[in-house]
């Protein structure tokens, strides 16, 4: 399994292609072999990005892409991700829209549609989960659902948001076995019911666990991410050699 970053943890703090070879040395130099392109508030060529991150020896697998764009500019998102070396699109949460059962059925039968236009390129098509996806709607969880009536599309499984859920990130990986390639490594605790993020490792997730299950359901990339830290860098750096130290036992 390849351990890298999820890019959403640096958005402050880049602020063109060149500010990325800060992060793409420190990978390198740590030991890690990916990001997923998150949340970047400035304009690049996708071409450009691709060949600065092969420059370091880093590789793209998967972004998050706004699901507008996904569904009414498929085309460009599929050149751009072509151009990136990336072989999934991601989505990072569904439309607020979509909460009652007849709107998740709307939900998932779009996702079918843009998961043919991406598999006819070769492409696939990944959802990340936040704590909503394990609520239930119409007596099932949403989670349940959408690996149900989206057979072909997998998870970015965020395990933060599935323990602040009340569920058991190992388990939850285990029982979507095949449909995780790519994971968010996020630790933390509950403050009363407010989500407290950590570097990872510092939490109280059981990483050693998760990480096994994660293996064994075929996950190939683990990326770092933390939503608040006031320094991407040393949070990505300490996680990074944490996960060295226990995986692989």
Known sequence: MDFGAQLFTFRKSL???????????????????????SGLRFRFDAAEFGALA????????????PWQRICEDTGNVIKEHKALGAEVVGLGMMPRTYKNPEELRKFAAEVNGVQKLLAGEGLGFAYHNHAYEFKKTGGERVIDFLARECPDMSFIFDTYWCYYAGFDPAK????????????????????FKLPLI????KGKLDFRTILLA??????????I???????????????????????PE
Not at 54 to 65: E, F, L, M, Q
Not at 198 to 201: C, E, I, Q, S
Request: net charge negative.
């Open 198 to 201: 950590t570097d990872v490792g």
């Open 54 to 65: 092969r420059d370091y020896g880093i590789k793209v697998p998967i972004t998050h892409t």
């Open 15 to 37: 602020g063109s292609l060149e500010d990325l070879k800060g992060v793409f040395r420190m990978l390198r130099e740590e030991s890690g072999g990916s990001v997923q392109l």
């Open 214 to 223: 994660a293996e064994a359901a075929g996950t190939e990339h683990a990326y």
């Open 172 to 191: 939850e990986i285990t029982r979507l076995s095949g449909k995780v390639r790519n994971i968010h490594l996020k630790d933390g605790a509950k403050l």
């Open 225 to 247: 991410e933390h939503d608040f830290t006031s320094d991407p860098y040393r949070t990505t750096r300490e996680s990074l050699r944490y996960l060295h130290e226990i995986y």
